[in-house]
């Protein structure tokens, strides 16, 4: 249930976009930018995609109206549609006021590489979705005689900040809840153990997302990669046995604290990831590098794993 909860929220959240600057086209779609110039057959506007400014041009016979520097959360605002402009040819004898924009931010256009209209401010974001860890190293020493396999689908989530360097170049940090840890299974005796080792991670990433992988209406890819500092927010088990047969039935569970687990971790970790006005996706992998057991309690070698599909959306 917690999880469709949290795929319907982020759906609900990625409905919701804005922008300075609107192009309604004929066919009903809408450009999000920042309009630069009218002319009597074209619209010039540049696109924000990750700090590179896309200049584009439209023809003006496929506009259906534009919606300078509003709301554009207000669906009545797209209602009016007061600054409609002509879609004919003959546009020469309209209304200056209607078609131009301020004179003040016209020269900031003209004084002004597309470079400084970059987005440098601080921004932040929401992430949710899934991970499958594992342990490497002596993992088959916490159960032996048991298939090891990844502790699937838990859920982590997170809140963070993003700010674009350059253009294609972006740097973001934050704060995630991370669970990790191992699932082991013994089919013959129908017998479960789950490790469960949840952290609390600060990671700082570089995002690169090159122009080629730029795209229109706001959408691109881009790969990330950095580090994260891993707090030890808790670490348990849970045995579980139902081994039922003819004669005999056997149903018993236990549970109780995983010791000798150190309380941090550092991790390197790589992604890919996609991004569409406000929505986003990405896969990431995650590598412990430091021994997670407490040689003073266990002589066993343990790193952690992890791979997470995660939604994200950006405020």
């Known amino acids: 249930m917690k999880k469709l909860l949290l795929i319907t929220s982020l759906a609900f959240i990625c409905s919701i976009i804005s922008g300075q600057d609107r192009i309604i086209r004929n066919d009903g779609t809408k450009l999000d930018c920042r309009i630069t110039g009218i002319d009597n057959s074209k619209v010039y506007c540049i696109v924000n995609i990750d ?8 023809e003006r016979k496929d506009i259906k109206g534009l919606l300078f520097e509003v709301d554009l959360t ?125 952290y609390l991670e600060i990671p700082v990433a570089i995002r690169i997302s090159p122009e080629s992988w730029q795209k229109s209406d706001s959408k691109s890819s881009y790969i990330n990669g950095g580090f994260s500092l891993a707090l030890n927010t808790s670490s348990t088990y849970k045995y579980k046995i139902s081994n039922t047969g003819v004669y005999t039935s056997k149903k018993e569970t ?14 390197y970790f790589i992604g890919y990831g996609i991004k569409k006005n406000r929505c986003g996706f990405e896969l990431n992998y995650e590598a412990g590098m430091l021994d997670i057991m407490d040689k003073d309690i266990s002589a066993v070698t343990l790193y952690n794993r992890s791979l997470s599909f995660n939604f994200i959306y950006y405020l």
Not at 51 to 58: A, F, H, Q, S
Not at 254 to 267: E, L, M, Q
Request: charged content about 30%; cysteine-free; proline content about 3%.
């Open 51 to 58: 700090g590179y400014n896309i200049k584009r041009e439209i």
């Open 74 to 198: 207000d669906t009545n605002e797209e209602k009016v549609l007061s600054k409609r402009i002509s879609t004919t040819a003959n546009a020469a004898n309209e209304s200056k006021k209607k078609e131009n924009i301020s004179s003040e931010r016209e020269k900031k256009i003209k004084n002004k590489p597309d470079d400084a209209f970059a987005d440098n401010e601080n921004h932040w974001f929401l992430t949710g979705g899934f991970t499958f860890s594992a342990l490497k190293g002596d993992s088959e020493y916490l159960a032996e005689g048991f298939s090891r396999l990844p502790r699937p689908f838990t859920i982590n989530i997170g809140i963070g900040i993003y700010k674009n360097l350059k253009p294609g170049l972006t740097i973001q940090y934050g704060i995630v809840y991370m669970p990790k840890g191992m699932y082991f299974n013994n089919s013959e005796n129908l017998e479960k153990i789950i490790y469960r080792i949840n």
């Open 254 to 267: 236990d549970k109780g604290a995983f010791n000798g687990i150190k309380k941090a971790d550092i991790n």
